[in-house]
């Protein structure tokens, strides 16, 4: 039972946006929407973070659906260094804080 | 800019041996928690303390793990028999505020690699 869903793979040119969708049609109305990456097996990186309100940071910006079961991320000009593991994260459990990391995308930013 | 840190950065040990990983999250934090991945799956919860006890834990967490706050400022992560099937990336994290509800970005260190040989 995935708590999130994203497709596997992406690519996308160097200088274009990357768009990044996931589906969390579970998530409560209270709850939060986090994005990571991860590159190689380095820690995973906070990206941005949403409730219910678009959100913009120097990384990228957060588009949530008004019914809140569905998010894109956006990087706006892409670089080969954003190529990476993406991770849509909602709450690991219904009391918890822990978060539930999906299979996430694999995003490759072509030269 | 503060961060998580974790050592030993690689910890290679012996099947049935105790290891402890060790964690020092961001000063003001007070959430702090403790992930997994084996090589090529999915980054797992493992367990989370807040006020100097356990708040969560996963079916992994089970009782070879333990977690401590010996000193206010180092989190470690224990394993007291390794087996083969523990190794992975350990990765600490830590958040000022509670994530789910109140909006508390995680900051993940950088992962410690256990090797069980």
């Known amino acids: 039972d995935a708590k999130t869903t994203q497709p596997p793979s992406m690519d996308c040119a160097e200088g274009r946006a990357a768009n990044l969708p996931c589906n969390h049609s579970?998530?409560?109305?209270?709850?939060?929407v986090y994005w990571y990456r991860q590159i190689h097996s380095q820690g995973p990186q906070y990206i941005i973070h949403g409730l219910k309100n678009n959100e913009t940071n120097e990384m990228a910006s957060l588009i949530i659906t008004e019914d809140r079961k569905s998010s894109t991320l956006i990087l706006p000009h892409a670089t080969l260094r954003d190529t990476a593991v993406y991770y849509c994260?909602?709450?690991?459990?219904?009391?918890?804080?822990?978060?539930?990391f999906g299979t996430g995308t694999s995003l490759t930013v072509i030269p | 800019e503060p961060e998580v840190t974790q050592t030993p950065s690689h910890q290679v040990t012996q099947m049935g041996q105790e290891v402890i990983l060790r964690c020092v999250p961001i000063?003001?934090?007070?959430?702090f928690y403790w992930y997994r991945q084996i090589l090529g799956q999915k980054v797992e919860f493992l367990v989370s303390f807040y006020n100097n006890e356990i708040s969560e834990k996963s079916e992994i967490f089970d009782d070879q793990f333990s977690v401590e706050r010996p000193d206010g400022s180092n989190f470690t992560l224990k394993i007291r028999s390794t087996k083969l099937e523990d190794s992975a990336m350990y990765f600490c994290?830590?958040?000022?505020?509670?994530?789910?509800?109140?909006?508390?970005?995680?900051?993940f260190g950088p992962g410690t690699r256990l090797t069980v040989l």
């Open positions: 579970t998530i409560s109305g209270n709850e939060y």
């Open positions: 000063s003001n934090h007070l959430y």
């Open positions: 994290a830590s958040t000022a505020l509670p994530s789910g509800l109140a909006g508390g970005e995680q900051f």
């Open positions: 994260i909602v709450r690991g459990s219904n009391t918890g804080n822990q978060f539930y």
